[in-house]
């Protein structure tokens, strides 16, 4: 199975909630990043969380680590509408090459 | 500064036909790799590049694919006799360190 795999698979929120994902993870990593693709678009960069971080804020986006647990959140306050898309978690173990989850599929009804 | 620039954005292919796909990375960015995506799926890394040299190609098919970094212009991602399953989105990233960057990806058809 992949190193990266978030959850929920999809989730489906109302404009002003907060939308939670999870990504779990099976090797050690130097960091680890969240990445957002619109729908037949590219990737943009979220944040990135190093080894030796267990929290980090940008804007309305907060990332968690628990390197015990193998595991990270992305939780998004206030969604709005624009924040629909597919969001993917990516480990960095060293080789410098990214491992990515399947994603989570965030709709944000308006 | 422009961002990854991927060209070009769609391409259809016949079977048996080649596919050259190209990846100019940000200024001042050494390292390209390449990643496919299938349909809901998430990225799958290929191969990791620096300039004339292949530093990891351990995601990329043995055969019909290939990948090169020029001292002089853009990455290549070529791939021979294409079949329909290598249709997918193919996205390169370049970076200087720890952040990759994302171009906006060919959409590779094979009919």
């Known amino acids: 199975s992949q190193q990266g795999e978030e959850d929920p698979q999809a989730l489906s929120i109302q404009e002003g909630e907060n939308a939670t994902m999870n990504c779990s993870y099976k090797t050690s990593i130097n960091n680890l990043q969240w990445y957002r693709q619109n729908s037949g678009r590219g990737l943009v960069h979220l944040i990135l969380i190093r080894s030796n971080e267990r929290e980090k804020h940008s804007g309305r986006l907060r990332v968690t680590l628990d390197t015990s647990k193998k595991s990270s959140s992305l939780l998004i306050t206030a969604s709005r509408a624009a924040d629909t898309a597919s969001y993917f978690c990516a480990t960095d173990t060293g080789r410098r090459a990214l491992t990515f989850g399947s994603g989570t599929r965030l709709q944000v009804q308006p | 500064n422009a961002g990854v620039m991927q060209n070009p954005r769609h391409l259809v292919r016949r079977r048996g036909q080649e596919a050259r796909l190209r990846c100019s990375p940000m200024k001042g960015h050494s390292h390209v790799y390449w990643y496919r995506q299938l349909p809901e799926e998430g990225l799958k890394f290929m191969v990791y590049?620096?300039?004339?040299?292949?530093?990891?190609e351990s995601g990329m098919p043995k055969e019909r694919f290939s990948a090169e970094f020029p001292k002089e212009g853009p990455s290549i991602l070529r791939i021979q006799q294409v079949v329909r399953g290598d249709s997918a989105a193919y996205f390169c990233?370049?970076?200087?360190?720890?952040?990759?960057?994302f171009g906006q990806g060919t959409r590779l058809t094979v009919v």
């Open positions: 990233a370049s970076s200087p360190a720890d952040e990759a960057f």
């Open positions: 590049l620096q300039k004339e040299n292949i530093i990891d």
